[in-house]
T-cell receptor
């Protein structure tokens, strides 16, 4: 079975400060990992993904995420937050060896960047 | 590319009425997904198709829900009869490959059942 957890419902950060949105996962084999962002009244937008290779993945809008196999984590980070980064963020995972199963999404973390 | 297209964007209907939501995936994508998003339950996968064939509909809440994909460029999600608890935002997403590739989401249909 595969699962993903986003332990924080809400993250508040001041504009200009670094931000981290946490994600941990559970899979039997090796994971495919994704981050998506949802702005108000919009669909989810792809930010970045880890399939294989370099543990540090860079994505859209200055976001990056680090795959940590020992801690089964894939935290989303940005060095300097913008007010416009305020949105709902979803982590998703799929187990390489899980056959014909699609992505499993976390419950989402609401990021609020305060000016 | 226009991205995933969903219609209508908003739907308000009365309990007991039939509701049909429509989706046009990105051209060339082989997989299509229907999701439902509510405050209480978050994002739920309802059903997904690969090459127009339904693969897993275990997320469909009840027999009142049905989905079809008659061709590679069109899918429908139907609720008959609708109930107030079906009120949610319904998203369609498509991907090039079902199990490994990035899913691209449509803007969603906000359904309100009175």
């Amino acid at each position: 079975a595969q699962s993903v957890a986003q332990p924080e419902d809400q993250v508040n950060v001041a504009e200009g400060n670094p931000l981290t949105v946490k994600c941990t996962y559970s899979v039997s084999g090796n994971p495919y990992l994704f981050w998506y962002v949802q702005y108000p009244n919009r669909g989810l937008q792809f930010l970045l993904k880890y399939i294989t290779g370099d543990n540090l993945v860079k994505g859209s809008y200055g976001f990056e995420a680090e795959f940590n196999k020992s801690q089964t984590s894939f935290h989303l980070k940005k060095p300097s937050a913008l007010v416009s980064d305020s949105a709902l963020y979803f982590c998703a995972v799929r187990d390489h060896s899980s056959g014909n199963t699609p992505l499993v999404f976390g419950k989402g973390t609401r990021l609020s960047v305060i000016a | 590319d226009a991205g995933v297209i969903q219609s209508p964007r908003h739907e308000v209907t009365e309990m007991g009425q039939e509701v049909t939501l429509r989706c046009k995936p990105i051209s060339g994508h082989n997989s299509l997904f229907w999701y439902r998003q509510t405050m209480m339950r978050g994002l739920e996968l309802l059903i997904y198709f690969n090459n127009n064939v339904p693969i897993d509909d275990s997320g469909m809440p009840e027999d009142r829900f049905s989905a079809k994909m008659p061709n590679a460029s069109f899918s429908t999600l139907k609720i008959q009869p609708s109930e107030p608890r079906d009120s949610a935002v319904y998203f369609c997403a498509s991907s090039l490959v079902a199990y490994t590739d990035t899913q691209y989401f449509g803007p969603g249909t906000r359904l309100t059942v009175l």
